[in-house]
């Protein structure tokens, strides 16, 4: 199985519109980071799982030219709004995307892109076919996904695992009921989003701690701001099974590196 991150930036991306940080005006590739979302391949399928703003240039930047299915965390603007350009996949493929979400995700997308509900279409319109997605085990194209139910302050998010991959964005709690799901991954992501305490996501400090907690393989950290700092310097103080995530990184969860 491979995973891609697409993008492991935060609601705003990196750099900032208009910031004059060292983050946001560093040269390096790795401090350049497009909201977050990844895309999984396993047993010849294609799936992502979020689209944001930046899902057309990610798309472009990865050579995704057939996907499978759309699975959602939540609907929030950074993980939904690139929805419309299914489009593109849809006239490629010659059939509708497949995109799973909970109700709530649903109605959202629903809220996001009308035109492509109504009884008479405008040509062109994105082609989707809705299935329902609770905290239960569902299957796409003969692949396992595991909802993991995270709060993103007093928003429930779904985290996904797949084999022995768990994927967890926008959380800043997880019961031990939804803890004892990820136990046993051998390669987990978690959203690492600055040094300070936030809200509704976990910090560095928070990260660290979990991804102890949990004891897998390999952690990745993603949904990051410019505000934890740039990516050469913050890779100098994390142990050394920790790693922070950058667009276009990929692995292979036979061999996590």
Same mark, same amino acid.
Request: hydrophobic share 40%; proline share 4%; net charge neutral.
């Given at each position: 199985?491979?995973?891609?991150?697409?993008?492991?930036?935060?609601?705003?991306?990196? !750099?900032?519109?208009?910031?004059?940080?060292?983050?946001?005006?560093?040269?390096?590739?790795?401090?350049?980071?497009? *909201?977050?979302?990844?895309?999984?391949?396993?047993?010849?399928? *294609?799936?992502?799982?979020?689209?944001?703003?930046?899902?057309? /240039?990610?798309?472009?930047?990865? %050579?995704?030219?057939?996907?499978?299915?759309?699975?959602?965390?939540?609907? &929030?603007?950074?993980?939904?709004?690139?929805?419309?350009?299914?489009?593109?996949? %849809?006239?490629?493929?010659?059939?509708?995307?497949?995109?799973? #979400?909970?109700?709530?995700? /649903?109605?959202?997308?629903?809220?996001?892109?009308?035109? #492509?509900?109504?009884?008479?279409?405008?040509?062109?319109? !994105?082609?989707?076919?809705? &299935?329902?997605?609770?905290?239960?085990?569902?299957? =796409?194209?003969?692949?396992?996904?595991?909802?993991?139910? =995270?709060? &993103?302050? *007093?928003?429930?998010?779904?985290?996904? *695992?797949?084999?022995?991959?768990?994927?967890?964005?926008? #959380? %800043?709690?997880?019961?031990?009921?939804?803890?004892?799901?990820?136990?046993?991954?051998?390669?987990?992501?978690?959203?690492?989003?600055?040094?300070?305490?936030?809200?509704? &996501?976990?910090?560095?400090?928070?990260?660290?701690?979990?991804?102890?907690?949990?004891? #897998?393989?390999?952690?990745?950290?993603?949904?990051?701001?410019?505000?934890?700092?740039?990516?050469?310097?913050?890779?100098?103080?994390? !142990?050394?099974?920790?790693?922070?995530?950058?667009?276009?990184?990929?692995?292979?969860?036979? %061999? !996590?590196?």
């Amino acid at each position: 199985m491979k995973v891609t991150f697409l993008g492991t930036g935060t609601s705003q991306g990196v !750099p900032i519109i208009g910031c004059k940080c060292e983050v946001c005006l560093s040269k390096n590739e790795k401090d350049k980071r497009l *909201r977050s979302s990844i895309m999984i391949e396993e047993k010849g399928k *294609r799936f992502v799982i979020d689209t944001g703003p930046d899902f057309r /240039q990610q798309m472009l930047r990865e %050579n995704v030219d057939a996907l499978d299915a759309i699975i959602y965390t939540h609907e &929030h603007k950074d993980h939904l709004a690139g929805i419309d350009d299914v489009r593109a996949f %849809n006239y490629i493929q010659k059939k509708k995307m497949d995109v799973y #979400a909970s109700v709530r995700v /649903q109605e959202a997308i629903i809220r996001e892109i009308p035109y #492509a509900f109504t009884e008479e279409k405008y040509p062109g319109v !994105p082609e989707i076919i809705l &299935h329902k997605i609770e905290n239960k085990k569902f299957t =796409v194209e003969g692949v396992e996904f595991h909802p993991i139910q =995270v709060m &993103h302050h *007093r928003m429930p998010v779904l985290g996904f *695992r797949v084999n022995d991959f768990t994927y967890i964005t926008d #959380a %800043n709690f997880i019961s031990d009921e939804e803890m004892a799901k990820v136990k046993g991954s051998k390669a987990v992501v978690l959203n690492a989003l600055r040094h300070e305490k936030h809200i509704s &996501h976990f910090n560095l400090e928070e990260a660290l701690q979990l991804a102890k907690k949990i004891g #897998a393989e390999k952690t990745y950290l993603t949904h990051i701001s410019h505000q934890l700092g740039k990516y050469d310097e913050v890779i100098k103080s994390l !142990p050394e099974n920790v790693f922070l995530a950058y667009d276009g990184l990929s692995i292979d969860l036979q %061999n !996590p590196i």
